[in-house]
């Protein structure tokens, strides 16, 4: 045996691609993970703002192309660096979380919406209510509201 051959390791994905014994089911999605959807978020915050990966880098100190790894969801980023990455384009930790928050109950409400049937009433609609903490400003509180089904 050569070193070679020594040295190569068996790759497991971590997203298993469907084999025929258990296709993807109907076209769908796969389930989103959450360092998509901060990733997505702090690209998306970074772009609006119209600034580049190399000044939100430096404002943040994180390394450009680890900011660029997370922002692609590539890499698990620690709350130290995604509370850096966050102070850099002006937001907190609790806001980045929130709209990757949100995004992920939209993308999982999508998801459900197109595998089974609506629950509910005949028309296939659901009540959906919002509700914020007890004495917050406004009607669904500072950070949004959270949506409750019924």
Known sequence: ?????TNQ???IPLRPLPTAADPAPQGLPREPLWRDLVGEVLRRERRAQGRTLKDVSEASRISMAYLSEVERGRKEASSEVL?????ALGLTLAGVLALAGERLVSLTAA????????L??????????????????GPAGPMGGVLLAA
């Open 9 to 11: 390791a068996d790759v």
């Open 83 to 87: 509370a850096a990455a966050a102070q």
């Open 111 to 118: 998801r459900t919406r197109s595998r089974s049937r609506p």
């Open 1 to 5: 045996m050569t070193i070679r051959a």
């Open 120 to 137: 509910g009433t005949a028309g296939g609609h659901r009540s959906v209510r919002t509700t914020g903490p007890v004495g917050a400003t």
